[in-house]
């Protein structure tokens, strides 16, 4: 499983999106995001591809999470 980031610009505004993404290497896994940012850029807001990473426990805060940041 892996997590690919994107860029969303819409005007002056910006923001952030995660997606998980389901691929065998993290090369299949950028090319899959990078052709979903160039199919969702067909409205206002623009998407740019930022990266991919692995994930273990994608976008997940449970009691493993909040012991790693010392809590």
Known sequence: M???EFKLRFGD???YVR???EASSVEEAEEKAKRYAELMNRG???WE???VIE???P???GDEELEKLGA
């Open 59 to 61: 976008l997940i805060i």
């Open 13 to 15: 505004r910006k923001w």
């Open 49 to 51: 591809f930022s990266y």
């Open 55 to 57: 994930a273990g426990r």
């Open 19 to 21: 997606r998980l993404v």
């Open 2 to 4: 892996y997590m690919a």
């Open 44 to 46: 206002e807001v623009k």
